[in-house]
């Protein structure tokens, strides 16, 4: 409880801001190299916000779980929550990945004006990819998560 409320409606807040955010800074950073650049401190702080807010979440949905008293509804909701975790680890890891790519080609960067490394072009699809499917993943089931918990809340 804080300030009389209970932790998971705040806790999970975070999560719904945190990943849509870190979805779209993951997506933008994975098609536009010059935001990449920019936006990376920042987009990497969010998804790391959201990833350890996804099983805090869930932990105090648990706690909450027991004192308010199990239906059908909150067992929906819950299941609902637990499935957005895995793809808010493939989402943190793109970004964490897109994040080592820029440092890796800033450093590298005026070194050697030779051809670019072969490795490059198939890291930078599959962190797309990954950042598509963990975006778009995530958000997908945030979202449905929140409904299915106000629904929990306000259907009698």
Do not use: N
Not at 57 to 73: A, I, K, P
């Amino acid at each position: 409880m804080v300030f009389g409320l209970p932790l998971h409606p705040l806790v999970a807040h975070a999560v719904v801001v945190c990943v849509p955010l870190a979805a779209l800074g993951a997506i933008l950073m994975a098609f536009w190299p010059a935001a990449a650049r920019r936006l990376w401190p920042a987009v990497l702080f969010v998804a790391t916000i959201g990833l350890i807010a996804v099983p805090l979440t869930t932990q105090s949905g648990e706690s909450l779980e027991e004192r308010v008293g199990e239906s059908e509804l909150v067992e929906a909701h819950a299941k609902q929550g637990e499935q957005a975790l895995p793809f808010v680890i493939v989402l943190w890891l793109a970004v964490a990945g897109i994040c080592l790519l820029i440092y890796l080609l800033q450093r590298t960067r005026g070194v050697a004006d030779g051809p670019r490394p072969r490795w490059r072009p198939v890291v930078t699809v599959v962190l797309a990819a990954m950042a598509l499917v963990g975006g778009v993943g995530g958000v997908v089931e945030v979202v449905l998560a929140g409904h299915s918990g106000a629904k929990a809340v306000w259907t009698k």
